[in-house]
């Protein structure tokens, strides 16, 4: 009876759009290559049941399960037993956070072993890995791996790290790829000649320096004539606007904090004649629109993507906190190529971290 069932869990229901995009391709692939098949995805708000985007599927059945305190301690149980396996579906998850140390790590490690106890086997589907600091991080980080059947990794870079540091365990790994890339999606829209789309990250939304900065320079910028256009990538508890409306407040050019819906967000971003992104896949929906844009590296995984693309990355790979002129987002606007042969490659690579479904 749990041959073809499956429980999926990741950073769902939080209203991150690189999240929902990757459940979203995910179900998509499922749809076609696992016939057949009941997927049970556990989630922190439940706004997939109503959206016939991540319910009406041909081929497989989807049913959403809100995560509470009794679905994590008691009810678990019960659909480990349902299902053949468990997966977790992109993401970077396997890290140590400064704000909430080893939490989230600490809650999947007793996940994975909840499903290892009923015999039942738990899988990583094209995740970003981190770092661990600390000793009791570093045990987690091996645990976890010692438990899991698969990890697939969605980079070069995190594919790297759990291979240097689990050599004994090379087996378990496969490099896959950004399951965002897996959709296929050309421009309709047409871009506003002065519209800036800016997706900042909450994480700064108290820190005034950096709020300051990017206030000036957007200023600076709106003196091209650009209205700026505020598009949050992550929309739930700790809303990227947090962040935004902060900077806005400083504003002397026109500007625009918007929210929406999964299905609106390429609608949005297409409004851009130039994107600016602290979020990977502010960047990464940037390159698969084809609307000209530059990163601001947060976190490596920007970085890292923004090289890998191999266009123009001397000027839009970014760090945080240096400035980006009206000369060079022009210049970039100018010689700005779609990376088609990046994001094709890209798309094969996630297709190849999937297979971990038919082991």
């Known amino acids: 009876?749990?041959?073809?069932?499956?429980?999926?869990?990741?950073?769902?229901?939080?209203?991150?759009?690189?999240?929902d995009i990757m459940l979203l391709n995910a179900l998509n692939y499922f749809d076609e290559f696992r016939k057949d098949s009941k997927f049970y995805?556990?989630?922190?708000?439940?706004?997939?049941?109503?959206?016939?985007?991540?319910?009406?599927?041909?081929?497989?059945?989807?049913?959403?399960?809100?995560?509470?305190?009794?679905?994590?301690?008691?009810?678990?149980?019960?659909?480990?037993?349902?299902?053949?396996?468990?997966?977790?579906?992109g993401g970077t998850c396997l890290y140590e956070t400064s704000s909430s140390g080893l939490t989230g790590v600490q809650w999947l490690m007793r996940l994975i072993k909840k499903y290892n106890g009923l015999s039942k086997d738990f899988s990583f589907c094209n995740i970003g890995i981190g770092e661990f600091t600390s000793e009791k991080g570093k045990i987690l980080y091996k645990d976890i791996v010692f438990y899991s059947k698969y990890i697939s990794c969605r980079d070069q870079l995190s594919f790297s790290k759990v291979k240097e540091h689990f050599k004994e365990d090379v087996s378990k790994f496969i490099k896959g790829g950004d399951l965002a890339s897996l959709i296929d999606y050309r421009r309709e829209g047409t871009p506003r000649d002065y519209t800036l789309v800016f997706c900042g990250h909450y994480q700064y939304h108290s820190d005034t320096k950096v709020i300051a900065f990017y206030s000036e320079m957007?200023?600076?910028?709106?003196?091209?004539?650009?209205?700026?256009?505020?598009?949050?990538?992550?929309?739930?508890?700790?809303?990227?606007?947090?962040?935004?409306?902060?900077?806005?407040?400083?504003?002397?050019?026109?500007?625009?904090?918007i929210s929406y819906t999964p299905r609106e967000i390429f609608a949005w971003l297409e409004k851009g004649k130039f994107i600016i992104s602290m979020r990977l896949h502010g960047v990464f929906l940037s390159d698969i629109i084809g609307v000209p844009n530059i990163g601001i590296a947060y976190h490596e995984k920007v970085s890292t993507y923004v090289n890998?693309?191999?266009?123009?990355?001397?000027?839009?790979?970014?760090?945080?906190?240096?400035?980006?002129?009206?000369?060079?987002?022009?210049?970039?606007?100018?010689?700005?190529?779609?990376?088609?042969?990046?994001?094709?490659?890209?798309k094969i690579e996630a297709i190849n971290g999937m297979p971990i479904f038919e082991h």
């Open 1 to 19: 009876m749990s041959d073809n069932r499956y429980s999926l869990y990741g950073y769902f229901g939080f209203q991150n759009i690189g999240d």
């Open 41 to 89: 995805v556990f989630v922190n708000e439940d706004y997939y049941s109503t959206n016939s985007d991540y319910t009406n599927y041909s081929n497989i059945q989807v049913s959403y399960i809100k995560l509470s305190p009794f679905i994590n301690r008691i009810a678990v149980y019960y659909y480990a037993s349902l299902v053949k396996e468990a997966f977790w579906i």
């Open 218 to 257: 957007l200023n600076e910028l709106g003196k091209l004539g650009f209205d700026i256009l505020f598009v949050p990538m992550h929309q739930g508890v700790d809303n990227d606007n947090i962040f935004h409306y902060k900077i806005a407040e400083n504003l002397k050019c026109k500007y625009d904090v």
């Open 308 to 346: 890998n693309t191999e266009v123009l990355t001397s000027i839009r790979n970014k760090q945080l906190g240096e400035t980006i002129t009206k000369e060079e987002i022009l210049w970039v606007i100018e010689k700005y190529i779609k990376p088609e042969n990046f994001l094709a490659k890209e």
